[in-house]
T-cell receptor
Framework: ETGVTQTPRHLVMGMTNKKSLKCEQHLGHNAMYWYKQSAKKPLELMFVYSLEERVENNSVPSRFSPECPNSSHLFLHLHTLQPEDSALYLCASSQQGQGSTEAFFGQGTRLTVV | AQKITQTQPGMFVQEKEAVTLDCTYD???????LFWYKQPSSGEMIFLIYQGSYDQQNATEGRYSLNFQKARKSANLVISASQLGDSAMYFCAMRDGNAGNMLTFGGGTRLMVKP
């Protein structure tokens, strides 16, 4: 069982829908991340939250909106997505700063936009 | 520019044999960390092994070892005594100060273990 839990595991949504991906970490880490994994492309870092503040936004389209209400939870709100947004979305957490650790990943949400 | 390069899109290995997965990296930061992750078909990224740039010895974790050649900027993963359950995607990643200590991933290598 992983210390990082993502829900849902699978999601199919239309281009006009609004949905949210949820991530929860039980490891006491101070940083959380969203990655996008498309077929035949390296993992792309989308957003980073450190101590609940967004510190990285890699030119992600505004149709993706992250939210980090506390250090244990991270959301990715989705609206008016495109078919090319279909991918595996991975959440991760780590400890940054003193005593930094490797990133621990959730099992991902496989998103299909139709 | 690509910072992490994995030149083997796919590899086969016979069960119980050893296999080496290649990874080269590029950074100007003298302090960095190198990671290997395994991603089975379930999608989860599983941490395997870590090598720090100042570590004097190659990292080892059970059947996994990292062949760290600093001058060549390579950090190859060696899996000994391959098992069928080792079939998965393997990703090399780097964390350095130039990227704000974020992980940068390579394109991955798909390993297939044959019985």
């Amino acid at each position: 069982e992983t210390g990082v839990t993502q829900t849902p595991r699978h999601l199919v949504m239309g281009m006009t829908n609004k949905k949210s991906l949820k991530c929860e970490q039980h490891l006491g880490h101070n940083a959380m991340y969203w990655y996008k994994q498309s077929a035949k492309k390296p993992l792309e870092l989308m957003f980073v939250y450190s101590l609940e503040e967004r510190v990285e936004n890699n030119s992600v389209p505004s149709r993706f909106s992250p939210e980090c209400p506390n250090s244990s939870h991270l959301f990715l709100h989705l609206h008016t997505l495109q078919p090319e947004d279909s991918a595996l979305y991975l959440c991760a957490s780590s400890q940054q700063g003193q005593g930094s650790t490797e990133a621990f990943f959730g099992q991902g949400t496989r998103l299909t936009v139709v | 520019a690509q910072k992490i390069t994995q030149t083997q899109p796919g590899m086969f290995v016979q069960e119980k044999e050893a296999v080496t997965l290649d990874c080269t990296y590029d950074t100007s930061d003298p302090s960095y960390g190198l990671f290997w992750y395994k991603q089975p078909s379930s999608g989860e990224m599983i941490f395997l092994i870590y090598q720090g740039s100042y570590d004097q010895q190659n990292a080892t974790e059970g059947r996994y070892s990292l062949n760290f050649q600093k001058a060549r900027k390579s950090a190859n993963l060696v899996i000994s005594a391959s098992q069928l359950g080792d079939s998965a995607m393997y990703f090399c990643a780097m964390r350095d100060g130039n990227a704000g200590n974020m992980l940068t991933f390579g394109g991955g290598t798909r390993l297939m273990v044959k019985p």
